[in-house]
């Protein structure tokens, strides 16, 4: 099968990470995959932003910007119209964005059967954080792009539900949360010599991967240490950057701890696996309502006791008490008392771990499978078309 991937993400961050592994899956399994996006896309490192476009995004007026991105879909568009005449694709998958229908048009005007990944409901997240100029027309792209395609495949049943409030049918919306590459993240990583290998063999290690944000709550959990009695162990080891580092490394000083709380920058995506698995506790301290968030799936393939928050798109993935020990994300000390719990209880953390390892053959949470199921609804497409 020959699949023309659309996508305009620039940045080099979890997003393409996404991209990035759905592609070798597909190519790995035998189909030739076409690419059509930015071509700063494959020139970034990893970790970066999306370079003059983040800086343009913060210095345009908004209505100008926005305005501007829904002119890229005319560039986007003569580049899929060129990619298709060149190469002859079977069907077409794209990752969806705001203010971008250049995929939807393509589909239309060649009848290529069109699989329309959604990872968030861009417009009300944008809205939400960012601020949003030209509401309505934001809305008219999202829902035009989630009404034409054939099959929309958001993350999660939450951000499904979003989807079918558009006025998207239920037989055309499929499920599939991310996954991960059991390549980059073997479970059978020791975790006494990970922490050797980091000089925290002497430590109970509780661990966060990602781009730290204020919301994520991090914070609680350095006030939490600095509680423990002087002969405690408890590390926290955060793998990544983000924008509170700074606040929540000047927190462990003033409260005497900074020997134990490290932060280790951004790391290369080879290398990320080596250091959770020196993690005995696993946090997933918040995340959005709808999302999929790619940690839980390098937590389970590590075989990680995770603590994460008792909310409906993470009971997709885990269960309480089962692969995870779940808090109520209401309340202030809900971390915390899940967090001493698995400290507390070496059996419970034991079989947690056991339980999460197992999660991604038992739910199939490996980009592979995704790949497979992407194969499976193009082909169902073109029998019918």
């Not at 979003?162 to 980059?184: F, H, T």
């Not at 080891?237 to 927190?251: H, K, N, S, Y």
């Amino acid at each position: 099968m020959k699949i023309l991937y659309h996508h305009r993400t620039r940045s080099k961050d979890g997003q393409y990470v996404h991209i990035e592994e759905m592609i070798n899956a597909l190519r790995a399994q035998g189909h030739e995959v076409v690419i059509v996006a930015p071509p700063s896309a494959e020139t970034e490192d990893f970790g970066s932003d999306a370079g003059l476009v983040a800086k343009l995004k913060r210095h345009l007026p908004g209505w100008f910007y926005e305005l501007m991105e829904l002119g890229y879909s005319l560039v986007a568009y003569r580049r899929l119209v060129a990619a298709v005449k060149r190469h002859k694709p079977d069907c077409l998958y794209e990752r969806y964005n705001l203010f971008l229908p250049a995929g939807i048009w393509l589909a239309r005007k060649y009848k290529l059967p069109m699989l329309l990944e959604i990872n968030a409901p861009i417009m009300e997240e944008r809205a939400r954080y960012d601020g949003l100029s030209l509401t309505r027309l934001a809305r008219w792209s999202q829902a035009y792009a989630w009404r034409n395609a054939d099959v929309v495949l958001p993350v999660t049943r939450v951000l499904g539900d979003m989807v079918s409030a558009y006025g998207v049918d239920a037989k055309r919306i499929e499920v599939i949360p991310n996954g991960i590459n059991l390549e980059r993240f073997d479970g059978d990583l020791d975790t006494a010599a990970a922490k050797r290998a980091l000089g925290l063999e002497n430590y109970l290690v509780l661990g966060f991967t990602g781009f730290v944000r204020d919301w994520h709550g991090l914070d609680k959990v350095i006030a939490m240490i600095a509680a423990d009695p002087p002969e405690s162990r408890r590390h926290l080891l955060v793998v990544g950057d983000g924008p509170v580092r700074a606040a929540l490394e000047q927190q462990a000083r003033e409260l005497g701890i900074e020997q134990r709380v490290r932060f280790t920058g951004v790391i290369g995506r080879d290398e990320v696996a080596r250091y959770v698995a020196a993690f005995d506790i696993a946090l997933q301290p918040a995340v959005v309502a709808y999302a999929s968030p790619l940690k839980l799936f390098e937590y389970l393939a590590l075989g990680k006791a995770i603590v994460g928050p008792d909310q409906p798109n993470i009971r997709e993935i885990l269960k309480e008490d089962h692969n995870a020990v779940l808090f109520d994300p209401g309340q202030p000390d809900g971390l915390a008392r899940a967090v001493e719990r698995l400290c507390l209880d070496a059996e419970l953390r034991g079989k947690v771990a056991r339980n999460a390892r197992a999660a991604i053959g038992e739910q199939q949470l490996t980009w592979q499978a995704n790949a497979r199921r992407v194969v499976r609804l193009f082909e169902g497409l073109m029998r019918r078309a």
